[in-house]
Protein backbone atom coordinates (compact mmCIF):
# COMPACT_ATOMS: atom_id res chain seq x y z
CA UNK A 1 0.00 0.00 0.00
CA UNK A 2 2.52 2.13 0.76
CA UNK A 3 4.16 2.01 -2.74
CA UNK A 4 0.93 2.95 -4.33
CA UNK A 5 0.78 5.91 -2.31
CA UNK A 6 4.69 6.59 -3.42
CA UNK A 7 3.41 6.05 -7.59
CA UNK A 8 -0.22 8.18 -7.16
CA UNK A 9 -0.10 10.51 -3.93
CA UNK A 10 3.40 11.51 -3.83
CA UNK A 11 2.16 14.67 -1.86
CA UNK A 12 0.70 12.97 0.94
CA UNK A 13 4.20 11.88 2.10
CA UNK A 14 4.97 12.63 5.57
CA UNK A 15 8.12 15.43 5.61
CA UNK A 16 11.41 13.51 6.32
CA UNK A 17 12.47 13.30 9.96
CA UNK A 18 15.62 14.00 11.84
CA UNK A 19 16.80 10.30 11.30
CA UNK A 20 15.50 10.01 7.86
CA UNK A 21 17.43 13.21 6.71
CA UNK A 22 20.75 12.20 9.05
CA UNK A 23 20.56 8.39 7.92
CA UNK A 24 20.19 10.46 3.77
CA UNK A 25 22.86 13.00 4.78
CA UNK A 26 25.38 9.94 5.28
CA UNK A 27 24.65 8.08 2.35
CA UNK A 28 26.02 11.08 0.53
CA UNK A 29 28.79 11.50 2.02
CA UNK A 30 29.50 8.20 1.43
CA UNK A 31 28.66 8.08 -1.98
CA UNK A 32 31.19 10.92 -2.34
CA UNK A 33 33.76 9.11 -1.44
CA UNK A 34 33.19 5.92 -3.10
CA UNK A 35 33.51 7.81 -6.18
CA UNK A 36 37.10 8.94 -4.99
CA UNK A 37 38.14 5.33 -5.38
CA UNK A 38 37.51 5.85 -9.27
CA UNK A 39 39.24 9.63 -10.36
CA UNK A 40 38.97 8.41 -13.61
CA UNK A 41 34.99 8.43 -13.34
CA UNK A 42 32.32 10.91 -15.03
CA UNK A 43 29.39 11.85 -12.84
CA UNK A 44 26.17 12.01 -14.48
CA UNK A 45 22.94 13.74 -13.62
CA UNK A 46 20.35 13.17 -11.42
CA UNK A 47 17.34 14.53 -12.82
CA UNK A 48 15.47 15.41 -14.85
CA UNK A 49 14.79 12.07 -15.96
CA UNK A 50 14.83 12.88 -19.46
CA UNK A 51 18.24 14.61 -19.37
CA UNK A 52 19.62 11.73 -16.87
CA UNK A 53 18.38 9.15 -19.30
CA UNK A 54 20.51 10.81 -23.08
CA UNK A 55 23.29 11.93 -20.99
CA UNK A 56 23.47 8.02 -19.66
CA UNK A 57 23.25 7.02 -23.24
CA UNK A 58 25.94 9.35 -24.71
CA UNK A 59 28.38 8.00 -21.64
CA UNK A 60 28.09 4.72 -22.51
CA UNK A 61 28.97 4.97 -26.35
CA UNK A 62 32.07 7.24 -24.93
CA UNK A 63 35.24 5.92 -23.58
CA UNK A 64 34.82 7.06 -20.01
CA UNK A 65 36.27 3.65 -17.49
CA UNK A 66 33.96 4.33 -14.97
CA UNK A 67 29.93 6.04 -14.85
CA UNK A 68 28.33 7.57 -11.65
CA UNK A 69 24.54 7.43 -11.19
CA UNK A 70 23.72 6.41 -14.46
CA UNK A 71 20.33 6.14 -15.05
CA UNK A 72 17.76 3.48 -17.38
CA UNK A 73 14.78 3.20 -18.28
CA UNK A 74 12.57 -0.02 -20.20
CA UNK A 75 10.12 -1.84 -19.72
CA UNK A 76 8.53 0.18 -17.72
CA UNK A 77 10.99 0.35 -14.55
CA UNK A 78 13.62 2.93 -13.79
CA UNK A 79 16.79 2.32 -12.47
CA UNK A 80 20.18 4.50 -11.25
CA UNK A 81 23.63 2.73 -10.56
CA UNK A 82 26.28 4.11 -8.45
CA UNK A 83 29.16 2.75 -9.84
CA UNK A 84 29.49 1.45 -13.30
CA UNK A 85 32.87 0.30 -14.32
CA UNK A 86 34.21 -0.37 -18.10
CA UNK A 87 35.27 -3.67 -18.78
CA UNK A 88 38.37 -4.61 -21.60
CA UNK A 89 35.67 -7.21 -23.37
CA UNK A 90 32.63 -4.65 -23.22
CA UNK A 91 30.58 -5.50 -20.72
CA UNK A 92 30.27 -3.61 -17.15
CA UNK A 93 30.65 -4.50 -13.92
CA UNK A 94 27.55 -2.95 -11.52
CA UNK A 95 29.00 -2.16 -8.40
CA UNK A 96 26.42 -0.71 -5.50
CA UNK A 97 27.55 1.58 -2.65
CA UNK A 98 26.21 0.74 1.23
CA UNK A 99 26.87 2.57 4.29
CA UNK A 100 26.89 -0.27 6.34
CA UNK A 101 29.79 -2.75 7.22
CA UNK A 102 28.25 -6.15 5.60
CA UNK A 103 26.33 -7.50 2.91
CA UNK A 104 23.10 -7.47 4.27
CA UNK A 105 20.60 -10.40 2.58
CA UNK A 106 17.74 -10.23 1.06
CA UNK A 107 18.12 -6.58 0.93
CA UNK A 108 21.24 -5.42 -0.39
CA UNK A 109 21.22 -8.66 -3.25
CA UNK A 110 17.54 -7.89 -3.84
CA UNK A 111 18.20 -4.01 -4.36
CA UNK A 112 21.40 -4.78 -7.65
CA UNK A 113 18.60 -7.76 -9.03
CA UNK A 114 16.45 -5.41 -9.52
CA UNK A 115 18.97 -2.35 -11.24
CA UNK A 116 20.86 -5.52 -13.13
CA UNK A 117 16.84 -6.51 -14.44
CA UNK A 118 16.38 -2.77 -15.78
CA UNK A 119 19.85 -2.91 -16.89
CA UNK A 120 19.54 -6.13 -19.03
CA UNK A 121 16.71 -4.73 -20.31
CA UNK A 122 18.24 -1.52 -21.53
CA UNK A 123 21.08 -3.88 -23.47
CA UNK A 124 23.96 -3.56 -20.81
CA UNK A 125 25.93 -6.67 -20.44
CA UNK A 126 26.72 -6.95 -16.99
CA UNK A 127 29.52 -9.12 -16.49
CA UNK A 128 29.87 -8.99 -12.48
CA UNK A 129 28.16 -7.64 -9.13
CA UNK A 130 30.30 -5.99 -6.25
CA UNK A 131 28.95 -4.23 -3.09
CA UNK A 132 31.23 -1.35 -2.00
CA UNK A 133 30.74 -1.27 1.58
CA UNK A 134 32.85 0.18 4.68
CA UNK A 135 35.44 -1.98 6.13
CA UNK A 136 34.74 -2.27 9.96
CA UNK A 137 38.09 -2.75 10.89
CA UNK A 138 39.34 0.80 9.52
CA UNK A 139 41.05 2.85 11.83
CA UNK A 140 40.95 6.69 11.09
CA UNK A 141 44.40 8.15 10.90
CA UNK A 142 43.09 12.04 11.07
CA UNK A 143 42.78 14.37 8.31
CA UNK A 144 40.88 13.25 5.42
CA UNK A 145 39.71 9.66 4.85
CA UNK A 146 41.81 6.81 2.28
CA UNK A 147 39.08 5.87 0.55
CA UNK A 148 41.23 2.71 -0.68
CA UNK A 149 41.41 1.33 3.18
CA UNK A 150 38.05 2.26 4.21
CA UNK A 151 35.69 0.44 1.77
CA UNK A 152 35.73 -3.08 1.02
CA UNK A 153 34.47 -4.71 -1.79
CA UNK A 154 32.36 -7.74 -1.96
CA UNK A 155 31.56 -9.91 -5.23
CA UNK A 156 28.03 -10.93 -4.90
CA UNK A 157 27.59 -11.90 -8.81
CA UNK A 158 26.45 -15.41 -7.73
CA UNK A 159 23.42 -14.49 -5.48
CA UNK A 160 22.26 -11.66 -7.92
CA UNK A 161 21.66 -13.97 -10.53
CA UNK A 162 20.02 -16.54 -8.02
CA UNK A 163 17.65 -13.60 -7.36
CA UNK A 164 17.07 -12.23 -10.56
CA UNK A 165 14.30 -14.79 -11.73
CA UNK A 166 12.31 -14.70 -8.54
CA UNK A 167 12.62 -11.04 -8.67
CA UNK A 168 11.73 -10.86 -11.89
CA UNK A 169 8.50 -12.99 -11.70
CA UNK A 170 7.33 -10.78 -8.66
CA UNK A 171 8.02 -7.51 -10.87
CA UNK A 172 4.48 -8.84 -12.99
CA UNK A 173 2.73 -8.48 -9.39
CA UNK A 174 4.15 -4.84 -8.54
CA UNK A 175 3.62 -3.52 -12.29
CA UNK A 176 0.08 -4.94 -11.18
CA UNK A 177 -0.47 -2.98 -8.44
CA UNK A 178 1.20 0.93 -9.85
CA UNK A 179 -1.76 0.46 -12.00
CA UNK A 180 -4.47 -0.13 -10.01
CA UNK A 181 -7.05 2.78 -9.49
CA UNK A 182 -7.40 2.47 -5.57
CA UNK A 183 -5.35 1.86 -3.18
CA UNK A 184 -4.84 -2.11 -2.15
CA UNK A 185 -6.94 -3.35 0.92
CA UNK A 186 -4.15 -3.73 3.46
CA UNK A 187 -4.20 -4.77 7.16
CA UNK A 188 -2.45 -2.63 9.59
CA UNK A 189 0.58 -3.91 11.20
CA UNK A 190 3.42 -2.41 13.55
CA UNK A 191 5.55 -1.22 10.45
CA UNK A 192 2.75 0.89 10.05
CA UNK A 193 3.69 3.23 13.14
CA UNK A 194 6.93 4.67 11.43
CA UNK A 195 5.10 4.92 7.85
CA UNK A 196 5.39 8.04 6.38
CA UNK A 197 1.62 8.23 4.70
CA UNK A 198 0.44 7.13 7.53
CA UNK A 199 -1.05 10.02 8.57
CA UNK A 200 -3.52 9.59 5.26
CA UNK A 201 -3.65 5.85 4.99
CA UNK A 202 -4.97 5.21 8.68
CA UNK A 203 -7.55 8.16 8.65
CA UNK A 204 -10.52 5.78 8.33
CA UNK A 205 -8.71 2.35 10.12
CA UNK A 206 -10.29 1.69 13.31
CA UNK A 207 -8.87 2.39 16.31
CA UNK A 208 -7.71 -0.29 18.68
CA UNK A 209 -5.81 -1.83 16.36
CA UNK A 210 -3.78 -5.40 17.78
CA UNK A 211 -0.83 -3.61 16.10
CA UNK A 212 -0.70 -1.06 18.54
CA UNK A 213 -0.04 -3.43 21.66
CA UNK A 214 3.38 -2.86 23.22
CA UNK A 215 6.38 -5.48 21.80
CA UNK A 216 4.03 -6.58 19.36
CA UNK A 217 5.67 -7.99 16.57
CA UNK A 218 4.66 -8.02 12.69
CA UNK A 219 4.17 -12.14 12.66
CA UNK A 220 2.00 -12.05 15.75
CA UNK A 221 -0.29 -9.25 14.58
CA UNK A 222 -0.24 -11.77 11.01
CA UNK A 223 -1.17 -15.02 13.38
CA UNK A 224 -3.71 -13.45 14.86
CA UNK A 225 -5.38 -11.74 12.04
CA UNK A 226 -5.33 -15.10 10.56
CA UNK A 227 -7.54 -16.12 13.35
CA UNK A 228 -9.98 -13.36 13.02
CA UNK A 229 -8.57 -11.21 15.56
CA UNK A 230 -7.62 -7.74 14.70
CA UNK A 231 -8.81 -4.91 16.85
CA UNK A 232 -9.44 -5.64 20.48
CA UNK A 233 -13.17 -5.85 20.18
CA UNK A 234 -12.25 -8.97 18.58
CA UNK A 235 -10.31 -10.51 21.66
CA UNK A 236 -12.79 -12.40 23.89
CA UNK A 237 -9.93 -13.59 26.14
CA UNK A 238 -6.38 -12.73 27.11
CA UNK A 239 -5.38 -15.95 26.86
CA UNK A 240 -5.88 -15.56 22.76
CA UNK A 241 -2.90 -13.46 23.08
CA UNK A 242 1.25 -13.81 24.53
CA UNK A 243 1.86 -13.55 27.64
CA UNK A 244 3.90 -10.27 26.74
CA UNK A 245 0.46 -8.12 25.39
CA UNK A 246 -1.58 -9.84 27.83
CA UNK A 247 -1.31 -7.09 30.54
CA UNK A 248 -1.90 -4.40 27.93
CA UNK A 249 -4.90 -6.07 26.37
CA UNK A 250 -6.34 -6.26 30.31
CA UNK A 251 -5.67 -2.57 31.26
CA UNK A 252 -6.97 -1.25 27.87
CA UNK A 253 -10.17 -3.44 27.73
CA UNK A 254 -10.87 -2.74 31.54
CA UNK A 255 -9.89 0.99 31.39
CA UNK A 256 -8.10 0.46 34.51
CA UNK A 257 -4.22 0.55 34.90
CA UNK A 258 -1.66 -1.65 36.44
CA UNK A 259 0.88 -0.75 38.80
CA UNK A 260 3.25 -4.04 39.61
CA UNK A 261 3.46 -4.05 43.49
CA UNK A 262 7.11 -5.62 43.25
CA UNK A 263 8.27 -2.56 41.13
CA UNK A 264 7.28 -0.54 43.98
CA UNK A 265 8.63 -2.24 46.22
CA UNK A 266 12.22 -2.74 44.29
CA UNK A 267 11.92 1.46 44.39
CA UNK A 268 11.29 1.61 47.86
CA UNK A 269 14.22 -0.81 48.83
CA UNK A 270 17.20 0.81 46.40
CA UNK A 271 20.22 1.71 48.80
CA UNK A 272 20.93 5.56 48.67
CA UNK A 273 22.88 7.59 47.15
CA UNK A 274 20.70 7.26 44.70
CA UNK A 275 21.37 8.17 41.10
CA UNK A 276 19.74 8.93 37.43
CA UNK A 277 22.16 8.13 34.86
CA UNK A 278 21.94 9.14 30.91
CA UNK A 279 24.51 9.10 28.16
CA UNK A 280 24.66 10.66 24.62
CA UNK A 281 26.86 9.23 22.07
CA UNK A 282 27.50 8.85 18.84
CA UNK A 283 28.27 6.15 16.28
CA UNK A 284 29.32 8.11 13.05
CA UNK A 285 29.43 6.03 9.59
CA UNK A 286 32.62 7.87 8.86
CA UNK A 287 34.95 8.34 12.05
CA UNK A 288 35.49 11.41 13.61
CA UNK A 289 38.50 10.89 15.34
CA UNK A 290 41.94 9.39 15.20
CA UNK A 291 42.05 5.32 15.58
CA UNK A 292 38.13 5.28 15.69
CA UNK A 293 36.38 2.49 13.24
CA UNK A 294 33.51 2.99 11.38
CA UNK A 295 30.24 3.27 13.47
CA UNK A 296 32.42 2.54 16.72
CA UNK A 297 29.97 4.48 19.45
CA UNK A 298 31.52 7.36 20.86
CA UNK A 299 29.70 8.88 24.15
CA UNK A 300 30.70 12.40 24.23
CA UNK A 301 28.08 13.43 27.68
CA UNK A 302 26.73 12.06 30.70
CA UNK A 303 24.12 13.52 33.13
CA UNK A 304 23.46 12.27 36.78
CA UNK A 305 20.55 13.48 39.32
CA UNK A 306 21.62 12.12 42.76
CA UNK A 307 19.83 11.98 45.58
CA UNK A 308 20.70 10.95 49.32
CA UNK A 309 18.28 8.32 49.62
CA UNK A 310 14.70 7.26 48.71
CA UNK A 311 12.68 9.28 51.12
CA UNK A 312 14.75 11.82 51.26
CA UNK A 313 12.93 15.83 50.93
CA UNK A 314 16.72 17.25 49.52
CA UNK A 315 16.72 18.82 45.81
CA UNK A 316 18.64 16.70 43.99
CA UNK A 317 21.82 17.53 43.18
CA UNK A 318 22.53 17.58 39.05
CA UNK A 319 26.47 16.30 37.73
CA UNK A 320 26.99 16.58 34.13
CA UNK A 321 29.60 16.50 31.25
CA UNK A 322 29.77 17.24 28.08
CA UNK A 323 32.97 16.84 25.66
CA UNK A 324 33.91 20.38 23.99
CA UNK A 325 37.09 19.77 23.15
CA UNK A 326 36.57 18.91 19.08
CA UNK A 327 40.17 17.81 18.99
CA UNK A 328 40.20 15.06 21.40
CA UNK A 329 38.73 11.58 21.64
CA UNK A 330 35.77 12.28 23.87
CA UNK A 331 35.57 8.95 25.72
CA UNK A 332 39.28 9.80 28.00
CA UNK A 333 37.40 12.76 29.63
CA UNK A 334 33.88 11.23 29.51
CA UNK A 335 34.88 7.98 31.96
CA UNK A 336 37.25 10.15 33.97
CA UNK A 337 34.70 12.26 35.10
CA UNK A 338 32.35 9.60 35.09
CA UNK A 339 33.72 7.83 37.02
CA UNK A 340 34.94 10.41 39.79
CA UNK A 341 31.08 11.42 39.75
CA UNK A 342 29.41 7.59 40.66
CA UNK A 343 31.72 7.12 43.75
CA UNK A 344 29.14 7.77 46.42
CA UNK A 345 26.06 6.13 44.51
CA UNK A 346 24.92 3.08 45.85
CA UNK A 347 22.66 2.43 43.47
CA UNK A 348 22.24 3.84 39.49
CA UNK A 349 19.02 4.01 37.60
CA UNK A 350 18.84 3.87 33.93
CA UNK A 351 16.05 3.51 31.48
CA UNK A 352 17.42 0.57 29.10
CA UNK A 353 20.73 -0.69 28.74
CA UNK A 354 22.15 1.50 26.69
CA UNK A 355 24.19 2.85 29.32
CA UNK A 356 25.45 -0.73 30.26
CA UNK A 357 27.00 -1.54 26.43
CA UNK A 358 28.37 2.02 26.49
CA UNK A 359 30.48 1.20 29.05
CA UNK A 360 31.23 -2.36 28.04
CA UNK A 361 32.47 -0.51 24.40
CA UNK A 362 34.33 1.61 26.81
CA UNK A 363 35.58 -1.13 28.97
CA UNK A 364 36.39 -3.95 25.52
CA UNK A 365 38.22 -0.40 23.70
CA UNK A 366 40.74 -0.34 27.02
CA UNK A 367 39.30 3.46 27.40
CA UNK A 368 40.70 4.04 31.40
CA UNK A 369 38.02 3.52 33.96
CA UNK A 370 36.31 1.72 31.24
CA UNK A 371 36.03 -1.58 33.21
CA UNK A 372 35.35 0.31 36.53
CA UNK A 373 32.81 1.65 35.65
CA UNK A 374 30.86 -1.69 33.64
CA UNK A 375 31.66 -3.49 36.86
CA UNK A 376 30.59 -0.54 38.82
CA UNK A 377 26.57 0.12 37.01
CA UNK A 378 26.58 -4.16 36.88
CA UNK A 379 27.08 -4.18 40.67
CA UNK A 380 25.00 -1.24 41.80
CA UNK A 381 22.79 -0.64 38.24
CA UNK A 382 19.02 -1.21 38.21
CA UNK A 383 16.89 -0.48 34.85
CA UNK A 384 13.73 0.97 34.92
CA UNK A 385 12.39 0.29 31.93
CA UNK A 386 13.55 -3.52 32.03
CA UNK A 387 11.17 -3.35 35.34
CA UNK A 388 7.75 -1.93 34.20
CA UNK A 389 8.10 -3.70 30.63
CA UNK A 390 5.59 -6.01 30.52
CA UNK A 391 4.64 -6.29 34.32
CA UNK A 392 3.29 -2.56 34.41
CA UNK A 393 0.83 -1.34 32.29
CA UNK A 394 -1.67 2.29 31.97
CA UNK A 395 -4.04 3.54 29.32
CA UNK A 396 -2.08 6.80 28.72
CA UNK A 397 1.23 5.31 27.82
CA UNK A 398 -0.46 4.79 24.25
CA UNK A 399 1.25 1.58 23.30
CA UNK A 400 4.75 1.98 23.93
CA UNK A 401 7.07 1.99 26.68
CA UNK A 402 9.49 4.55 25.21
CA UNK A 403 10.15 7.27 28.41
CA UNK A 404 8.60 10.23 26.03
CA UNK A 405 5.08 8.02 26.30
CA UNK A 406 5.63 6.72 30.14
CA UNK A 407 6.70 10.07 31.38
CA UNK A 408 3.52 12.39 30.71
CA UNK A 409 1.94 9.66 31.57
CA UNK A 410 3.48 9.43 35.06
CA UNK A 411 4.13 13.27 35.75
CA UNK A 412 2.70 15.43 32.60
CA UNK A 413 4.75 18.43 34.64
CA UNK A 414 7.96 17.47 32.80
CA UNK A 415 7.92 17.91 29.61
CA UNK A 416 10.43 18.17 26.28
CA UNK A 417 8.08 19.98 24.24
CA UNK A 418 10.00 23.61 25.09
CA UNK A 419 13.39 22.20 24.11
CA UNK A 420 15.51 23.09 21.37
CA UNK A 421 17.08 19.24 21.66
CA UNK A 422 13.89 16.77 21.93
CA UNK A 423 14.98 13.48 21.80
CA UNK A 424 18.74 11.51 21.37
CA UNK A 425 18.54 11.71 17.51
CA UNK A 426 18.21 15.47 17.75
CA UNK A 427 21.62 15.58 20.30
CA UNK A 428 23.60 13.26 17.80
CA UNK A 429 22.53 15.56 15.40
CA UNK A 430 23.61 18.93 17.05
CA UNK A 431 26.90 17.25 18.36
CA UNK A 432 27.65 16.42 14.81
CA UNK A 433 26.88 19.99 13.93
CA UNK A 434 29.11 21.06 16.60
CA UNK A 435 32.35 19.01 15.75
CA UNK A 436 32.22 20.33 12.21
CA UNK A 437 34.72 23.31 11.84
CA UNK A 438 32.58 25.44 9.86
CA UNK A 439 30.12 25.84 12.45
CA UNK A 440 30.47 29.67 13.99
CA UNK A 441 31.78 30.23 17.87
CA UNK A 442 28.14 31.51 18.50
CA UNK A 443 26.43 28.30 17.21
CA UNK A 444 28.37 26.06 19.77
CA UNK A 445 27.96 27.62 22.29
CA UNK A 446 23.96 27.62 21.58
CA UNK A 447 24.70 23.81 21.07
CA UNK A 448 26.29 23.36 24.48
CA UNK A 449 23.40 24.93 26.40
CA UNK A 450 21.18 23.22 24.56
CA UNK A 451 22.60 19.87 25.13
CA UNK A 452 23.04 20.39 28.77
CA UNK A 453 19.26 21.67 28.89
CA UNK A 454 18.30 18.04 27.03
CA UNK A 455 20.63 15.66 28.80
CA UNK A 456 19.49 17.26 31.95
CA UNK A 457 15.93 17.15 31.82
CA UNK A 458 16.37 13.07 30.36
CA UNK A 459 17.92 12.27 34.32
CA UNK A 460 15.76 14.57 35.95
CA UNK A 461 12.71 12.44 34.46
CA UNK A 462 13.96 9.42 35.57
CA UNK A 463 14.15 11.12 38.77
CA UNK A 464 10.02 12.23 38.17
CA UNK A 465 9.09 8.25 36.76
CA UNK A 466 10.78 6.68 40.08
CA UNK A 467 9.09 9.00 42.17
CA UNK A 468 5.56 8.58 40.25
CA UNK A 469 5.86 4.92 40.31
CA UNK A 470 6.79 5.36 43.93
CA UNK A 471 3.56 7.11 44.79
CA UNK A 472 1.49 4.94 42.30
CA UNK A 473 -1.40 2.88 43.47
CA UNK A 474 0.20 -0.91 43.41
CA UNK A 475 -1.96 -3.52 41.69
CA UNK A 476 -5.36 -1.93 39.56
CA UNK A 477 -6.99 1.07 39.88
CA UNK A 478 -9.01 3.13 37.35
CA UNK A 479 -6.96 5.30 35.20
CA UNK A 480 -8.71 8.15 36.49
CA UNK A 481 -6.74 8.07 39.72
CA UNK A 482 -3.70 9.02 38.17
CA UNK A 483 -4.53 11.38 36.20
Known amino acids: KRFWY ?18 MKIGQEIGELA ?70 EPDHIEDVAFQAIVLRAAGLRIRDYRLMHLDKEYAHEGGNYDPVRIFQSTDITGMVLETIPRLAADLDAVRALAAQNDAPDFQPNTYC ?32 ASQG ?12 LSPTNRLAYRVISGKQDFTDPELIKQLDRLPGPI ?43 WRDYLHTDRSQDPRIAFAATLWEAVQDCNSLVFYSDYEVTTLKMLRDAGVPYGRELHEKIKAVGYDLFKAIKG ?41 EEYLDPATSPERRAAIIDDLRTYCQLDTYAMLALYQGFRAAVPGWAPAAVRD
Open 193 to 224: RDCDFREKCHKDVPSGGLWQLPGINVNSVRKL
Open 391 to 431: KTYWNSFNGSYSIKNVLPAVNPAVSYNDLNVKNGAVAVQVY
Open 35 to 104: RQTFPEGVLLPFSPTDKALSATQAALAGDAPVLFEASFAAEGLQARCDILERNADGTWTLIEVKSGVRVK
Open 229 to 240: LRVLDDVTSAEQ
Open 275 to 317: GFVDFEAIDPALPRFVGHHPYERVPFQWSLHVIPDADSAQQPE
Open 6 to 23: HIHHPEWRAALDTDALAY
